[in-house]
């Protein structure tokens, strides 16, 4: 079993409509969750953070997490063509390594 | 501060040679990792620093893969006697390594290696 696995992709979307994203993970140590953005050709940059259970808006984001389900997931709102990227889920476990899971790519269509 | 800046940012070799890969990260940052990324993946932990020392190397690196930072500072990745399978992005990241806060890793725009 993967230590993080990520809803296949690619995901093709209509601008204006949500992107849901999932990630689910296999280390029960892991208190703290960030997704990060990479667009192709780039590096990885973090657009959400959480480390407790619920929800957690930023923006056009949301990010859910359930630890009991060890599941995290994104939404993103309003999906603009901008937000066409891999979005990584990245778990935190009791040391100081995140461990990345394979990235779901999203494509907004205009 | 300029972020994470990794040198050079492309390199083409021969299969068999060795390669040197630098990294200097932000400045007040005391943790620096070693991430490698290959298509369609999610970057691989290779190993990371606090400070000077290191203090995890992925159980999967093989013995051809060094890592230094011998001053807390930048840090080197040296890979001996490429192979075609080393072929992939290797990305810098650093953080701040403050005890017990949770935090950002902050990543360079990489050095992609192609192995011939």
């Known amino acids: 079993q993967k230590e993080v696995e990520q809803n296949s992709g690619p995901l093709s979307v209509p601008e204006g409509a949500i992107a849901s994203l999932n990630c689910t993970y296999s280390d029960r140590g892991s208190q703290s969750f960030f997704w990060y953005r990479q667009y192709s050709g780039k590096s990885p940059e973090l657009i959400m953070s959480?480390?407790?259970?619920g929800d957690k808006e930023d923006g056009r984001f949301t990010a859910q997490l359930n630890k009991a389900s060890q599941y995290v997931s994104l939404l993103i709102r309003d999906s603009q063509p901008s937000d066409s990227a891999t979005y990584l889920c990245a778990p935190k476990g009791g040391d100081y390594k995140l461990s990345f899971g394979a990235g779901t790519t999203v494509t907004v269509r205009a | 501060d300029t972020g994470v800046s990794q040198d050079p940012r492309h390199k083409i070799t021969k299969r068999g040679q060795n390669v040197t890969f630098r990294c200097d990260p932000i400045?007040?940052?005391?943790?620096l990792y070693w991430y490698r990324q290959t298509l369609g993946q999610g970057p691989e932990f290779l190993t990371y620093f606090q400070n000077e020392a290191q203090l995890e190397k992925s159980r999967l690196l093989s013995d051809r893969f060094s890592a230094e930072r011998p001053k807390g500072s930048f840090s080197t990745l040296e890979i001996q006697r490429t192979e075609q399978g080393d072929s992939a992005m290797y990305l810098c990241?650093?953080?701040?390594?403050?005890?017990?806060?949770?935090?950002?890793?902050?990543f360079g725009e990489g050095s992609r290696l192609t192995v011939l």
């Open positions: 990241a650093s953080s701040l390594g403050l005890a017990g806060v949770v935090e950002e890793l902050f």
């Open positions: 400045s007040e940052h005391n943790r």
């Open positions: 959480i480390y407790s259970n």
